[in-house]
């Protein structure tokens, strides 16, 4: 089964879909924040990610790099 995918954004910039098994990651690495909305495809409401998502383990280091380089260019 394919890993299903949020859409997360913060203020009006949609940040991207994101798989769900990464999404904690990306919170400890801060690229995303407890505060960016999300939801799935076909929800309208859009919840905080704090609300789905309590951070259980330290990112690992490499994914933090690799995600900081794609958006800064």
Same mark, same amino acid.
């Given at each position: 089964m394919a890993d299903p995918k949020l859409h997360v954004a913060r203020d009006? #910039? +949609?940040l991207g879909?994101?798989?769900r098994s990464e999404i904690a990651e990306l919170l400890e690495a801060a690229f #995303? #924040?407890?505060?960016d909305l999300c939801w799935s495809e076909g929800q309208t409401a859009r919840q905080p990610l704090s609300e789905i998502f +309590?951070?259980? +383990?330290?990112a690992r280091p490499s994914m933090?790099?690799?995600m900081k380089k794609a958006m800064l260019g």
């Open positions: 009006e #910039l +949609q879909p994101f798989p #995303l #924040l407890k505060t +309590q951070p259980t +383990q330290p933090a790099v690799r």
